[in-house]
């Protein structure tokens, strides 16, 4: 009589993730050090893997913290990384050093978001996007996306909206490609709906175009620049987001520089 072994939790998610990541099993085994047998063997259910070998799998595989932590549960082990908050007391030396990132970006905004878009925090000159917006789109938790997209948001002041919102919605689509989310897929939809239809024209170079922005002091050209923290062990920072927008020519500088002068400096909480 043959046995057939069930495959477990962590032998379906192991399988799952393979299949999105378009890798074979020989692929995988070779990002892993580990043989194709022993991969199969594991997607079988016929073999257990140790705390080790999930995380060098989950590695592998490009999974984000958070992923990595659930992917260990599913084996039987304890999360690896901790997610600590934002707020948590342990994260203070980084609160102090991204706040000063933000307040050293004057007099051009700069803000940190999570991987939804949340705002986290922002320096003074983010009061640049809430100029006319009502108080629902300012409202914590505070979208940044929706902020931007949203027809009663920053979108009436976007000039190119159809192109620069494209390159908002592509960015998070690529992320949610990557990394599963149904609620951000269910925002990127929602921003779709917003966007107006773009036809690209013979000069089209895809939708990584600069923000141009309407304001009382004349048109802004930025262009937006994204940092995040590659080596965080803690789930909440690894999450997290820092944009910073850049004027993309002397008139917008300038605009900026004036700007700060009559905005008061925010450096331990977002403006909102």
């Not at 997610?83 to 102090?96: I, K, V």
């Not at 949203?150 to 689509?173: F, K, M, Q, S």
Request: charged share 25%; aromatic share 6%.
């Amino acid at each position: 009589m043959t046995t057939v072994t069930e495959p477990g939790p962590f032998a379906r998610e192991l399988r799952r993730w393979r299949g999105a990541r378009r890798l074979s099993q020989l692929d995988l085994a070779i990002r892993a050090d580990t043989t194709q047998r022993y991969v199969s063997y594991l997607e079988q259910g016929r073999s257990q893997p140790g705390r080790t070998v999930v995380l060098r799998l989950a590695e592998s595989l490009g999974l984000s913290l958070r992923e990595r932590n659930a992917l260990l549960l599913t084996a039987g082990y304890a999360p690896a990384y901790q997610e600590s908050g934002w707020d948590a007391p342990e994260l203070a030396p980084m609160r102090s050093a991204l706040r000063s990132v933000l307040d050293g970006h004057m007099p051009y905004p700069a803000l940190i978001v999570d991987s939804r878009g949340l705002l986290v925090e922002a320096n003074a000159a983010f009061t640049l996007f809430l100029d006319g917006t009502p108080p629902e789109l300012r409202r914590e938790p505070v979208n940044v996306r929706r902020l931007m997209l949203h027809p009663d948001g920053v979108a009436r002041r976007v000039i190119n909206l159809a192109e620069w919102g494209r390159h908002v919605t592509e960015a998070l689509r690529i992320r949610a490609q990557a990394s599963p989310d149904p609620e951000l897929d269910a925002l990127i939809a929602e921003l779709d709906g917003y966007l107006p239809p773009t036809e690209p024209g013979p000069d089209y170079v895809g939708f990584a175009v600069p923000l141009r922005l309407r304001t009382e002091q004349g048109e802004l050209r930025l262009i937006t620049t994204l940092m995040s923290i590659a080596t965080a062990t803690d789930v909440s920072l690894a999450e997290l987001r820092l944009e910073a927008f850049l004027p993309a020519d002397a008139a917008s500088a300038e605009i900026l520089r004036a700007r700060a002068q009559s905005v008061p400096r925010v450096t331990d909480s977002h403006p909102v």
